[in-house]
């Protein structure tokens, strides 16, 4: 069945800065990519999502890129700012449409 | 527009007692889930009902049950709990899944929940 890893676990950078979180997962006919923050006490919530027919996709400040080729995708986040601290998880939809979750990542954005 | 709203937030129990967690969604979604969030281990689906009258095993379905009440609401019941138990719950509904539909998942704040 699909895997999914996640990496890092946390990433400390300053405010204004860019950060970049990495994903890779095993199974060839994933087809689907979000990804979600969860702020502290809440729920996870969708910010940015991909198909495999996509290379890229931007909303703003955030992105997000897939390689089907080497099966990784990564989520970018420029002029990071106070609120993007958060936990970030990213997932692939499996043959059966459901979630595979990566461990998740702890943002720590630095004054 | 509550969203979804999960019953009780916090909760303590002994090895053996039961419980069932409540959750309840405004949002008239077809699809509802329960999710298990352990630390570094991301989010784990323990059952899904993919629409009313319908329940479905997760990933790690074993000490839980689940009842699809009716299209609103969906409980998930621990009948012995097990200090392995000891996790945040949160439940999710979407609409229901397809090739078409990216099926974005609304969660609630969860359940935190203490076996001992």
């Known amino acids: 069945g699909e895997n999914v890893e996640q990496h890092p676990s946390t990433l400390s950078v300053q405010e204004g800065d860019s950060a970049v979180i990495k994903c890779t997962y095993s199974d060839s006919a994933s087809n689907y990519f979000p990804w979600y923050k969860q702020e502290l006490g809440k729920g996870p919530q969708l910010i940015i999502d991909i198909r495999s027919n996509v290379g890229e996709k931007k909303d703003q400040r955030i992105a997000v890129t897939l390689n089907k080729t080497a099966k990784h995708f990564s989520l970018h986040i420029t002029e990071t700012q106070p609120e993007d601290s958060a936990v970030y998880f990213c997932?692939?939809?499996?043959?059966?449409?459901?979630?595979?979750w990566g461990a998740g990542t702890k943002l720590i954005i630095k004054p | 527009n509550a969203g979804v709203t999960q019953t009780p937030k916090f909760q303590v129990l002994k090895t053996g007692q039961s419980m069932t967690l409540q959750c309840a969604q405004d949002?008239?979604?077809?699809?509802m889930y329960w999710y298990r969030q352990d630390p570094g281990m991301g989010l784990r689906l323990i059952y899904y009902s993919a629409s009313e009258g319908t329940t479905d095993k997760g990933e790690v379905p074993n000490g839980y049950n689940v009842s699809r009440l009716n299209k609103r609401e969906f409980s998930l019941r621990l009948e012995s709990a097990a200090p392995s138990q000891t996790s945040v719950y949160f439940c999710?509904?979407?609409?229901?899944?397809?090739?078409?539909?990216?099926?974005?998942?609304?969660f609630g704040e969860g359940s935190r929940l203490t076996v001992l």
């Open positions: 949002m008239n979604h077809n699809s």
């Open positions: 999710a509904s979407s609409e229901l899944r397809s090739e078409s539909n990216t099926g974005e998942l609304f």
């Open positions: 997932a692939a939809r499996d043959s059966n449409y459901q979630l595979i």
